[in-house]
T-cell receptor, first 110, second 118 residues
Framework: RKEVEQDPGPFNVPEGATVAFNCTYS??????FFWYRQDCRKEPKLLMS???SGNEDGRFTAQLNRASQYISLLIRDSKLSDSATYLC???????????FGKGTTLSVSS | GAVVSQHPSRVICKSGTSVKIECRSL??????MFWYRQFPKQSLMLMAT?????????EQGVEKDKFLINHASLTLSTLTVTSAHPEDSSFYIC??????????????FGEGSWLTVV
């Protein structure tokens, strides 16, 4: 079983749509969780950290379910500029490397 | 601005030659840096953990004699792809943590290096 699994998509949605991405991780000892965004041929950039209590940043909402080892990202009112690959990322403890999912590709069209 | 700088951003080399990629932390001293590789439409895969002043820790399946890592200072780690072959063509990217940040969870990435071996 892969350490971090995501549906690769692609998700093709119109502007203004709401889209949700899911991710599961295998290491129950994982302590930190993130969503990164990666544009084509660029380095990944941190979108948001994910906390057990859930957190929201504008149109983006992330949630973590430790019992199910499941992470989600919800994007509301999609913009053309949201088109990218979204990477689910998990860390086991501070100071260690992050483990990346394969990414979910989102394409927002007008 | 960037806090981790990677160079070169793109490099084309002939098969059999060696290529060195540099990763520098600009605003902090990084005792640990991480090297990833990403093939097209694939995830970032951790290759090795670079430790300042000691040997790198390689992930399973990564040849340490082929991918030489040197972390001689607190701000610089280098990855040398030796005797490169076309199958080594990939996106190589480094990352580092700022140890002074209390959470210890913020990872900074370099801009990445596109290697093409012809």
């Amino acid at each position: 079983r892969k350490e971090v699994e995501q549906d690769p998509g692609p998700f093709n949605v119109p502007e203004g749509a709401t889209v949700a991405f899911n991710c599961t991780y295998s290491n129950s000892a994982s302590q930190s969780f993130f969503w990164y965004r990666q544009d084509c041929r660029k380095e990944p950039k941190l979108l948001m950290s994910v906390y057990s209590s859930g957190n929201e940043d504008g149109r983006f909402t992330a949630q973590l379910n430790r019992a199910s080892q499941y992470i989600s990202l919800l994007i509301r009112d999609s913009k053309l500029s949201d088109s990218a690959t979204y990477l689910c990322v998990v860390g086991s403890q501070a100071g260690t490397a992050l483990i990346f999912g394969k990414g979910t590709t989102l394409s927002v069209s007008s | 601005g960037a806090v981790v700088s990677q160079h070169p951003s793109r490099v084309i080399c002939k098969s059999g030659t060696s290529v060195k990629i540099e990763c520098r932390s600009l605003d902090f001293q990084a005792t640990t840096m991480f090297w990833y590789r990403q093939f097209p439409k694939q995830s970032l895969m951790l290759m090795a953990t670079s430790n300042e002043g000691s040997k790198a820790t390689y992930e399973q399946g990564v040849e340490k004699d082929k991918f030489l890592i040197n972390h001689a200072s607190l701000t610089l780690s280098t990855l040398t792809v030796t005797s490169a072959h076309p199958e080594d063509s990939s996106f190589y990217i480094c990352s580092a943590r700022d140890p002074t940040e209390s959470s210890g969870n913020t990872i900074y990435f370099g801009e990445g290096s596109w290697l093409t071996v012809v």
